[in-house]
C-alpha cells in the first residue's frame, strides 16, 4: 500500500511539473535539479525572452538570442537545452554583465530551450522557447578541424564594441572547433572559459560547453565604459586566446 502511494505522489508531482512548465519535456526535471539543486524557481516568460529560429535548418548552427535586461542586478544566466545529450551551453557569472547574450548552438533533435537568470533576491527565473530542427548537429565533426590552415587559424580571435545609449555592446569571436567528442575518432575539444575584462576589472567569468557552435560568436552588454576592453578564451586542453576589443 505504502508502495502505490509514493508511485502515486510522484507520478502528481511529474505532472504538476509539466502542467506549470510552458514547453515540457521528459528531461527538464533531472538537469533542472542538477544545475540549481533545490533552490526556489518560477517560469517566467515575460521578464525572459529566447528568440530562436522559426526552423533550424542547419542544426549544427542555431542562432539564439536571450534578453533578461527586465530582471534588474540579475547575477547568473544560464542557457541549456533539454534534448541535447550535452544540455549545459553556457553558465554566465555576470558580474558587471547585462543578462542579454547573442550566440550559435549545436542541437541534436527538436529541443525546449532554457535560460536561468538568478536575481538579487536568489530566485531564479526560468524563460522557455523551442527550436524546431530535424537534429544531429551534435554528432558532426566540425569544418574547421579539416581546414588545411588549422593550426596557424587556431584562437584567432575578432572583437568590435558598440555603443547604444550609455550601454556598451561587445562582439567577439574565435576560430575554434569546439568538438563535442560524439563522433567516432574525434575527442572533445571545446573553449570552456571565457574572462571578460575592462582594463583589469572583470565584468564576467564565464563557463562554456562544447553545444556551442565551431568558431562560436558572442555578443555580450555592459554598462561598464572602457577604453580597452579584453577577452580571454581557455579550452580544455589549457590553450589560451586573448582579444583586445576597441
Not at 543578462?99 to 529541443?111: C, D, H, P, R, W
Not at 538579487?120 to 526560468?126: F, G, T, V
Request: hydrophobic share 40%; charged share 25%; net charge negative.
Amino acid at each position: 500500500m505504502k508502495y502505490i502511494f509514493f508511485i502515486l505522489v510522484q507520478f502528481l508531482l511529474i505532472q504538476n511539473s509539466y502542467a506549470n512548465n510552458p514547453v515540457a519535456s521528459p528531461t527538464f526535471d533531472d538537469i533542472l535539479k542538477e544545475i540549481i539543486n533545490n533552490e526556489k524557481y518560477i517560469f517566467d516568460d515575460k521578464n525572459i525572452k529566447i528568440k530562436v529560429p522559426t526552423f533550424a535548418d542547419n542544426p549544427i548552427q542555431v542562432p539564439i538570442f536571450v534578453d533578461a535586461k527586465a530582471i534588474k542586478n540579475a547575477k547568473r544566466l544560464i542557457i541549456f537545452a533539454d534534448l541535447n545529450p550535452i544540455p549545459k551551453i553556457i553558465d554566465m557569472d555576470l558580474k558587471n554583465l547585462l543578462a542579454l547574450i547573442s550566440l550559435n548552438i549545436k542541437v541534436a533533435q527538436e529541443t525546449p530551450i532554457r535560460a536561468l537568470v538568478l536575481d538579487e533576491n536568489n530566485l531564479w527565473h526560468i524563460g522557455s522557447n523551442n527550436i524546431k530542427s530535424f537534429g544531429g548537429g551534435c554528432s558532426v565533426s566540425s569544418v574547421s578541424s579539416s581546414n588545411t590552415d588549422f593550426e596557424k587559424l587556431l584562437g584567432k580571435t575578432k572583437g568590435d564594441v558598440f555603443k547604444t545609449d550609455d550601454v556598451y555592446r561587445l562582439k567577439a569571436s574565435i576560430f575554434h572547433p569546439m568538438e563535442t567528442g560524439l563522433v567516432f575518432g574525434n575527442s572533445e575539444f571545446y573553449i570552456n572559459k571565457i574572462t571578460i575584462k575592462a582594463e583589469e576589472k572583470v565584468l564576467a567569468n564565464i563557463l562554456t560547453y562544447s553545444a556551442i557552435s565551431e568558431n562560436p560568436r558572442f555578443i555580450f552588454e555592459t554598462l561598464i565604459k572602457s577604453d580597452d576592453y579584453k577577452i580571454e578564451f581557455t579550452d580544455i586542453d589549457g590553450n589560451e586566446f586573448s582579444s583586445d576589443i576597441k
